[in-house]
């Protein structure tokens, strides 16, 4: 069973469109941070929410962590092509840091 | 400032043979992890060293794999005998223990991707 779930696995847009992906979990987390994975490079650090109910705004990205601090989101309004990449959710696991699988990202010119 | 350094970035080679990746963490971080990336499995931990002693090795396969870390600023991932399932990406990436602690930020390389025919 995986520890995060999340979802859409894959997501395929036009630019200008909003979306919202998914990192939901039956456990609950001190914490949880969004990393954005570009093709040929390696996850970059997005942000980490750590209070139940956070939400966090990064220009046209807005995290929220969940009140049970189960789950979280991230919603882009006004998706550009740069926004292209697979957008993985983690947590802490006993001093190192659990990945999902990822959602990937297509954003259409 | 220089990043996580990896090396080689792509590497091919035939069943059997021996594979060694290498990593440069960024100075002053004392945490050193290797992941493996592929379609299947996603981004999967195979150890995580603390002040170059191996904390947590439950993710590495099997003992075809090894890794070391003679000192702060060197780590190796060694692959012998290599097998096609092996082919992935193997990134490598470490943390300062001032950030959060455990929250702290991951930087990550920009990986090896492997090939094993």
């Known amino acids: 069973t995986q520890l995060l779930e999340q979802s859409p696995q894959f997501l395929s847009i036009q630019e200008g469109e909003n979306l919202t992906v998914y990192c939901n979990s039956s456990s609950v987390f001190s914490s949880l941070q969004w990393y954005r994975q570009e093709p040929g490079e390696g996850p970059v650090l997005l942000v980490t929410?750590?209070?139940?109910?956070e939400v966090k705004k990064l220009k046209r990205l807005t995290f929220q962590f969940g009140d049970a601090r189960k789950d979280s989101s991230l919603h882009i309004t006004a998706a550009q092509p740069g926004d292209t990449g697979l957008y993985l959710c983690a947590v802490p696991n006993a001093g190192k840091s659990t990945f999902g699988d990822g959602t990937t990202l297509t954003v259409k010119p | 400032d220089a990043g996580v350094i990896q090396s080689p970035r792509h590497e091919v080679t035939e069943m059997g043979q021996e594979v060694t990746l290498r990593c440069k963490p960024i100075s002053g971080h004392d945490y050193l992890f290797w992941y493996r990336q592929t379609m299947m499995r996603g981004l999967e931990l195979l150890i995580y060293f603390n002040n170059n002693v191996p904390i947590d090795d439950s993710g590495m396969p099997e003992d075809r794999f090894s890794a070391k870390m003679p000192n702060a600023s060197f780590s190796t991932l060694k692959i012998q005998p290599s097998e096609p399932r092996d082919s992935a990406v193997y990134f490598c990436a470490s943390r300062s223990p001032t950030s959060g602690g455990e929250t702290g930020e991951l930087f990550f390389g920009e990986g090896s991707r492997l090939t094993v025919l």
């Open positions: 929410v750590v209070t139940g109910g």
